[in-house]
């Protein structure tokens, strides 16, 4: 079992200056010859190709939340997909991810007027809702390459599948979208069992962390969240957790100074949202993580020292690594995996 980190940077931008040139989130997690997809953030198909992987060994993808910079090239992957995954008519490959939000979030205590949404008919659609709406968009291709070159129809070689969340947890998108709670199982084949846990990320709901549990190990991550104990809750003895982690020197060097609305609400945004170093590294201790490797790195054009800082606090390895890393994934002999 390992990790390959396709790509690295977190954020709906390219990011100036960035001399590692880190692409758009996106994780593969390999177990024997098969791996698993979580988030397809910008370039994640050349990564993917870069990494020695081979689409056709895709055992599922995992979808966080339905923030674009997690979800800009799943279209590729789904157009793309029909030239690589050609012999999944039959079994299709798992597209697991968070399904309709059903409200609106509220507007911002910022704005002067209230903006209008966009996308009325269906403003908050889960990912099948988006598996279908890709499919539509790009069916002038689709329908050349399945008519006249006889290619399968990517709704032939996909599975979209929206996770549903317990309804005993009490969760509600707006007003507790994340309760405390236990992990519970979305996926399960004969390599990998996969939970997932409600994690904090407002204004967006549902945003799901996902563990990746098997007979070599566990890996668990987190997409984005700010610091929660449901985190902790699922990351609990893992051997490998990778954690989002923001630098928040640059959210007050970009946003301090500004006075507009849209300003102060962006500022808003990153610090209700996302976990500084410090507090992945709270995280990763409490839950008893064997290693630490912070992704979804926000800036994506921060020099390592940035991410680094702090970095003797946690007991355990501290990794922070670069595009197409791979991150052996072992437990110690005397410990359970739990299944």
Same mark, same amino acid.
């Given at each position: 079992?390992?990790? @390959? ?26 177990? &024997? ?5 979580? !988030? ?13 992987? !081979?689409?056709? %060994? ?10 674009? %910079?997690?979800? @800009? ?18 079994? +299709?490959?798992?597209? @697991?991810? +968070? ?5 609106? +979030?509220?507007?911002?205590?910022? #704005? ?28 002038? !291709? ?23 969340? +317990? ?7 707006? %007003?507790?979208?994340?309760? &405390? ?7 399960? !084949? ?55 982690? @923001? ?13 507009? #609305? ?7 945004? =990153? ?23 912070? =992704? ?36 110690? #002999? ?6």
């Amino acid at each position: 079992m390992k990790v @390959i980190t396709l790509g690295t940077a977190g954020g709906p931008r390219w990011w100036k200056g960035d001399a590692k040139d880190r692409a758009g989130i996106s994780t593969a997690v390999v177990v &024997d010859d098969r791996f698993y997809l979580v !988030d397809a953030g910008h370039g994640v198909g050349r990564r993917v190709r870069q990494s020695g992987l !081979d689409l056709a %060994d895709l055992g599922g993808v995992f979808i966080t939340h339905l923030h674009s %910079d997690h979800t @800009i090239d799943l279209p590729s992957l789904i157009v793309f997909g029909m030239h690589e995954l050609q012999e999944r008519v039959g079994a +299709p490959v798992p597209l @697991i991810g +968070p399904g309709r939000r059903g409200e609106l +979030p509220p507007v911002s205590s910022r #704005a002067v007027t209230a903006p209008e949404p966009v996308a009325p008919h269906n403003p908050t659609p889960g990912v099948s809702d988006m598996f279908t709406s890709i499919v539509e968009a790009y069916a002038t !291709d689709l329908n050349d390459r399945v008519l006249d070159s006889l290619r399968p129809s990517p709704e032939l070689l996909f599975d979209p599948r929206d996770i549903e969340v +317990p309804a005993e947890v009490g969760y509600h998108p707006n %007003d507790l979208p994340t309760p &405390d709670m236990e992990p519970f199982v979305v996926f399960e !084949d004969d390599l990998v069992t996969v939970s997932a846990i409600l994690v904090e990320h407002p204004p967006i709901a549902p945003a799901f962390a996902f563990r990746f549990d098997s007979e070599f190990g566990s890996v668990t991550v987190s997409g984005d969240t700010c610091e929660t104990a449901n985190m902790v809750r699922l990351a609990q003895d893992t051997d490998l957790l990778l954690h989002e982690a @923001i630098d928040f020197s640059w959210v007050e060097d970009n946003y301090s100074h500004r006075t507009d #609305a849209e300003g102060i609400a962006s500022r808003d945004h =990153h610090y209700k949202s996302h976990t500084s170093v410090d507090g992945a590294i709270r995280i990763a201790d409490a839950a008893g993580a064997r290693t630490l490797a912070l =992704h979804h790195l926000v800036p994506g054009s921060a020099d390592d020292s940035v991410w680094s800082r702090g970095s003797e606090q946690f007991t355990g390895t501290f990794l922070v690594p670069e595009d197409l890393d791979s991150l052996s994934v072992t437990t110690p #002999a005397n410990v359970t995996i739990r299944s």
